[in-house]
């Protein structure tokens, strides 16, 4: 039997758990394409899914993260001194479908082809662009899907410019921000934002000059940084020195993942983690949804009069979109 | 009299008109805070907003887009042969919030100091992170109080990675996106995206080898694309070259933005794109508000209960939203 229908997402999640990595990429396509077939997909998916672990992996464009990824992959996949190889990993890179860093983004894809005959790694683009809910929630959707499919680690890759990819990557489970020698200045002025979402943090292409002062920096930024009320107070984010590009640092990288991982789960902080992370999910399918039930109002004659209303400034936004939903007192 | 209390925004608006840049600066912060006020400010505004036109510069970071708007502005506050100076120009430049451009933003902001002693040009950077609406709501309000304190040109300058940035920069009456030499393989793999968003080119850094294939790329790009069956279809992005850092382009750069926007205004295509922003606005601004409405669900005991149900896996997401939604049958 070949991989089932494209329209039955019970069958190919069942088809996905035995290996079928057509199946796989089909209810993907099926979470990125959205429309009716995003329920049915998680409704498949939700009894079924396992327990799988997430790495969020971002830094600026040509920070190196894809060839960072692909040696932790490899380093996953072997196994190290005291760490047993992984069965099944995969990586979600997250394109936000710039019209700009498609070439980079490309020359990864290429790059990851050095576990186009493992197995055991599943690496998949997705192209979010249109997505109802938005990235965040397809993120989400698809790594339910992966830990269905029997993925127990999934590296998801985003390029750290935006609100958005940042809320993508604070998503996983352990996130990792990967900088380079030099970046002292961008490390200084978003102390905030790095703080917010950093585990770890990655000083990759550490064969080239400032790597020294960039760990300072750095350093001097956790230092600096109060610390934190809540249950994850003890962890304080380590710093990796990698040269990806020939994958050094790669076992370290993956060794730090594990103690934090290992942190996470002994003081409870996962749990605390996980509860707010399936909060924004569903915060986000609810808006999603609410606003599905409301776009048949911003269709027809009586929308278009309202927004030649604002057009001709008769009307502000606020007063034409109370005609919408035919209040004007129940909100701030 | 000074400028009038922060929270009298219609006071605010009137010392706006009268060149008031600190109540200006109020009323933007505003809306960057959202909450109560947004409305308040929309209010006030609506009524004595101008006709503004608006300009989007978009491009990827390191494209050299604020040298390239500071010395578009000079150009159009000087004058050019055919064309008489710009009253008020404003510049907004919309930050994305990310842990990682800060430093170049701030170097940029340093850059734009060429114009602070010139009463006609407005400034403002727009840190938009948490604004209840996204980005492309807030920097549409923003829009609005800049055409009501009688900016006549408004260039929207954004970062251009991610979907949220193009939004903001595609909503723009002239979007010009800017590219370097040598980004060959960065425009041909992202045809799409560009060609949906372009009215011009602009080739910055013309003094550095590649300009030639640059433009060939761009032009075969342009070439190749289907024309399209709409009321632009007459237009064909023009392709300027420029080296903003010594204004050299920038006079031809704001004569073929006067001819964009006269193409635009003579075939009835303005009034196509505003009547679609001010669409998108108003769903927006509706899809928010619903989501103030719907929040309080999200929040006690009842969602507790819910969200533990997705983590155990005894409920999918949507499921769980449909409890929260009060339905299950109907939407897709």
């Given amino acids: 039997m070949g991989t089932p229908a494209r329209s039955d997402p019970q069958a190919l999640v069942a088809a996905a758990r ?3 990595r057509a199946a796989l990429a089909r209810l993907i396509s099926l979470v990125e394409s959205a429309g009716a077939q995003a329920r049915a997909v998680a409704e498949a998916v939700g009894p079924v899914a396992g327990d799988a672990y997430t790495v969020g992996i971002t830094g600026a464009p040509g920070a190196g993260k894809s060839t960072l990824t692909s040696a932790l992959v490899a380093t996953m996949r072997a196994g190290a001194l005291d760490a047993a190889p992984i069965e099944r990993v995969a990586v979600l890179a997250i394109d936000p479908s710039s019209p700009f860093t498609g070439g980079a983004i490309l020359g990864d894809r ?4 050095d576990h186009a005959l493992d197995a055991g790694v599943y690496i998949r683009s997705m192209a979010t662009r249109g997505h109802l ?4 929630l397809a993120t989400a959707e698809a790594a339910r899907v992966l830990d269905a499919a029997g993925y127990s680690w999934i590296l998801l890759e985003t390029v750290g410019v935006g609100q958005v990819e940042v809320d993508v990557a604070g998503a996983a489970d352990t996130t990792v921000v990967v900088v380079n020698p030099g970046w002292g200045d961008a490390v200084q002025a978003n102390k905030a934002g ?5 585990d770890l943090f ?3 292409k550490a064969d080239r000059p400032g790597v020294a002062e960039t760990r300072r920096d750095l350093e001097q930024m ?3 940084s109060a610390p934190p009320g809540d249950s994850e107070a003890a962890w304080r984010p380590a710093i990796v020195e990698t040269v990806a590009t020939s994958a050094g640092g790669a076992g370290e990288l993956w060794a730090a993942v594990r103690r934090h991982r ?3 789960e002994s003081s409870g902080a996962l749990a605390q983690r996980r509860r707010r992370r399936v909060t924004d999910e569903l915060r986000r399918l609810l808006a999603t949804r609410l606003w599905l039930r409301a776009r048949g109002s911003t269709e027809g004659p009586a929308f278009d009069a309202l ?3 604002v057009l001709d400034r008769r009307l502000d936004p606020w007063a034409a979109t109370d005609e919408l939903l035919g209040t004007a007192d129940d909100e701030p």
């Avoid at 790095?194 to 950093?198: R, S």
């Fill in 18 to 20: 035995e290996g079928d």
């Fill in 110 to 113: 290429v790059r990851m082809g």
């Fill in 133 to 136: 809910g938005g990235l965040a």
């Fill in 194 to 198: 790095l703080m917010e979402i950093a």
């Fill in 202 to 204: 990655v000083i990759n």
């Fill in 222 to 224: 956790l230092e600096l």
């Fill in 262 to 264: 290992h942190h996470l």
């Fill in 307 to 309: 927004r030649d209303a």
